[in-house]
């Protein structure tokens, strides 16, 4: 039992469900994901594009 509960014998058979439920959960989030990280992009570039000095250039 105590095997069972570390997972040492079945370690392949946890990895697939939590996986699967994993992969489930990544594909939802990325649909919210993208979009934030684009939005992130474009803030980030204007935040340092405030940054720089055309004199220093």
Request: net charge positive; aromatic share 6%; glycine share 10%.
């Amino acid at each position: 039992m105590p095997g069972l509960l570390a997972g040492s014998c079945c370690a392949p058979v946890w990895l697939l469900v939590v996986g699967i439920q994993v992969s489930g959960i990544v594909l939802t989030a990325g649909v919210w994901l993208l979009p934030a990280s684009l939005l992130l992009l474009v803030a980030t570039l204007v935040y340092v594009a405030g940054k720089i000095t055309p004199a220093a250039l």
